[in-house]
């Protein structure tokens, strides 16, 4: 038994050595680091964004934990008597005069509050941009599409953490938001009361509702997501990293550098990196300044109210929706708070079950590991920019006030244009994209048939100018035509061999129909075949 | 497919390109003294945060160009940690581009899917212990097994019923009543029709509420009352006239849509606006929503001057204030 703690001389090994032994009799650690020590991790910048995600979650856990320390989760009133001179002798929940105490009495409590506010600003931003990343580049095909799920689940629960989180300290404007929820409750068909009565327990706002969120914003969400990221981050490792099309990079490897020492070190310090831009941001830029809102009374608001940034969209919704409501038969059917509050989770959900829809239609069951140049796969990329545009419209919409007020506009006309450009942009924004990306495809091809544009005009001897092209390398052909081009899904003839009619699903007619959508004739550019390149380069035909 | 006659074919991984450190060894020195320099910042930062931490009061307030008047304790710290933080990062990023091995490597990727033999062996294996364990032959046990399992998290659920009372027609009454005086909302003084001048706008409570009673943030939220003085013969709305008196009127200040509380109002024109969602209420023709996502139109309530000459109220609000619901009707 020996053998394992001392080398072959009888010598006693190092003591780094016997702590892992240790380790690797009761965990295993041997065989998980075989496997993992000297992983390899492709380099692009873009996989730094879920980093960042990665990174400011992690901070926002340090912090959050901190500011469990002062906070008092409680709606019971008090009178403050603190050293913040403008709200002396105003009355408030424990709640806000505890976040005042953290804000100007605790030291360095002010910059963990805003570290931890900023953080998740940042969090929800690292999300998108990096679920971005994945979607136009392919990332989420077989064999991760679960894992897509799971980041798409973060992002949703993320909104909701942020949500419950920036409405603990019951100021005037996140009290507001939370006459919002209110609202949006009662707005729910059949039950829509109840639900009110039961989570506020009794009629807005009550006194449970803060030390209801609490445990709900500390515990329950971060619990659900912290195993998610961990699930999420199993995954990573086990699929191994995708990688951007080039030489030497196939399906069947992953073209790299090593955990230890080089990942270490990088992905170790940008966690520093992140965490210091945090600190210094927290330290310049003041956010949620509560103090200056003031405490919650249902009967007073501040002008230019705006969620955080990632509720703009589900306020947009809310904001350019007409006021639908329908009476009949002694009940009220609130469709205008109603069909947003649906629409909202339906439009995220559409993004978040895209890979499945995607693998339906092309009826790609393989494993993918080389990404996607966007233009390569024109029709998810229009779509990812119409879904964006949506996004963002609402986005416009969930601030039409400041956007009236910044640009001089009138807030009807922005109303519009937004409740216009809901619908018209996305459509604008596909056809757009998918002319972008084809042009980009034909340009592709150019390039690979007539080499890269030099700018050097030449004069031929019989007075001609010709601008020299230069081939590209081996290196730039392969990438430029490494990616595949598969047919349409066909639904086949009406008949079979032996002209009996075959049944033909709607669902097939709609899958072929779709598919040609993806890979039709008018959706792609046929790359170059050898073929064209030998006969352009063989001299026939120059420049 | 890889043979000459492919010119698309893949080259393969590009061979290694010497970094200046690879080749340099005082150029890996001048990398070293770099990234040492950035932990030693680090340290020195660290020093500096604990120093600020008590040096500095925790409401000194000094002026920091561009920033303006700030807290010297927020800053210093926010500003030493930050730098701590983000100069060991620097010297490790730094150590990993300049002396860590960049050499690409592959490894090799092996399919997600089992083999078929290992497929084969597990639904072997599932079908025998599905058969030890009878769960298809027994059917009133998996039966049961299924019933006992879809009735125990009622218990879960039924405990939830304490969460908050019924609704019943909580929603539809407020503090208002007859005879209720009109307190000025921020000088709790009972308002006379005098008070309530022309082009503004007047909030009120009713007679008997405190800030500190413990219902106050829930009845406030229902019977905040704003007040305009009209010319009776602006006011478009038969109802609206009659309700009002010497042309004040007086209107639910939570508006319909989800019951933010109004606070803008356009002298010229008589409208009001919700700050939140930008609903736009006319009040000179009976609270009817003239833009944005409100359902309908404001609850007016009925007022009058009792015998003192005090505005007072003729009764509760005649419909549910703020934001609908399924049983508003």
Known sequence: MSTATETQRGRKAPAGERVADWADGRLGVYSLAKANMRKIFPDHWSFMLGEVALYSFIIII?????????????????????????????????????????????????????????????????????????????????????????????????????????????????????????????????????????????????????????????????????????????????????????????????????????????????????????????????????????????????????????????????????????????????????????????????????????????????????????????????????????????????????????????????????????????????????????????????????????????????????????????????????????????????????????????????????????????????????????????????? | MEAAGNPFADPGLPPHEHRQQDIDERAARRSERTIALLFTVSMLATVAFIASYVAFPVDRIIYVFPLGHISALNFSLGLTLGIALFTIGAGAVHWARTLMSDVEVADERHPIEAAPEVKAKVLEDFAAGAAESGFGRRKLARNTLFGALTLVPLAGLVLLRDLGPLPQDKLRHTKWGKGKRLMNYNTMLALRPEDIAVGSLTFAMPEGMKESDHDFQTQIAKAALMLVRLQPENIKDKRELDWSHDGIVAFSKICTHVGCPINLYEQQTHHVLCPCHQSTFDLSDGGRVIFGPAGHALPQLRIGVNKDGYLEAKGDFAEPVGPAFWERG
Not at chain 1, 114 to 136: D, E, G
Not at chain 1, 337 to 355: C, D, K, Q, R, S
Not at chain 1, 485 to 493: I, L, S
């Open chain 1, 62 to 543: 340090l912090t959050g934990v901190y500011l469990t320390l002062f906070f008092h989760p409680s709606m019971e009133e008090v009178v403050y008597h603190g050293p913040y001179v403008p709200m002396q002798g105003v009355r408030m929940s424990e709640a806000f005069a505890s976040t005042l105490d953290i804000s100007f009495e605790v030291r360095g409590g002010l910059l963990i509050r805003q570290i931890h506010h900023w953080a998740a600003l940042i969090f929800l931003a690292a999300m998108l941009v990096h679920m971005m990343r994945v979607f136009f580049t392919g990332a989420f095909r077989k064999p991760r599409e679960i894992n897509w799920l799971f980041g798409f689940l973060l992002f949703f629960l993320g909104m909701l953490t942020g949500f419950t989180g920036y409405s603990l300290p019951d100021d005037l404007l996140s009290g507001t938001g939370l006459r919002f929820i209110e609202g949006v409750f009662l707005s729910i068909p059949v039950v829509g009361t109840y639900i009110s009565m039961f989570v506020f327990g009794g009629e807005f706002p009550g006194m449970d509702l803060i030390p209801r969120l609490y445990p709900v914003h500390v515990l329950l969400l971060p619990g659900i997501m912290l195993g998610l990221l961990v699930a999420h981050l199993i995954l990573v490792f086990y699929h191994k990293h995708t990688q951007y099309p080039g030489p030497g990079k196939t399906e069947k490897n992953v073209v790299g550098m090593p955990l230890l020492p080089v990942y270490m070190a990088k992905a170790g310090g940008f966690f520093f990196l992140v965490f210091g831009v945090i600190a210094i941001l927290s330290a310049v830029a003041t956010i949620n300044p509560i103090w200056a809102i003031g405490p919650y009374r249902p009967d007073q608001v501040s002008t230019g109210a705006q969620p955080d940034w990632y509720m703009g969209f589900a306020e947009g919704l809310v904001r350019v929706m007409p006021g639908w409501e329908i009476n009949a038969w002694g009940h009220t059917l609130v469709l205008g708070v109603f069909i947003p509050i649906v629409l909202f989770p339906l439009v995220l959900f559409a993004i978040g079950v895209y890979p499945f829809i995607e693998s339906w239609i092309t009826g790609d069951k393989r494993e993918h590991h080389i990404l996607d140049r966007p233009r390569n796969a024109p029709t998810r990329t229009a779509f990812g920019v119409a879904w964006l545009t949506a996004y963002l419209v609402m986005l416009v919409g969930g601030g039409n006030d400041l956007w009236a007020t910044s640009f001089h506009l009138s807030i009807n006309s922005i109303t519009w244009f937004v409740r216009i450009g809901f619908f018209a942009g996305p459509v604008l924004a596909f056809i757009v994209t998918k002319r972008i990306c084809l042009g980009l495809q034909r340009r592709d091809k150019d390039k690979v048939l007539h080499g890269r544009e030099t700018g050097i005009i030449k004069r031929l001897p019989h007075g001609e100018f010709i601008e020299v092209h230069q081939p590209l390398s081996q290196e730039d052909l392969h990438k430029l035509t490494q990616h595949e081009q598969p047919e349409p899904y066909e639904v086949g003839p009406a008949e079979d061999e032996n002209g009996v009619r075959r049944k033909i699903k709607g669902s097939q007619k709609l899958r072929a129909k779709l598919s040609k959508g993806y890979y039709g004739e008018d959706n792609v550019i046929p790359k170059p075949t050898a073929e064209e390149y030998k006969e352009i380069t063989s001299g026939h035909g120059h420049h």
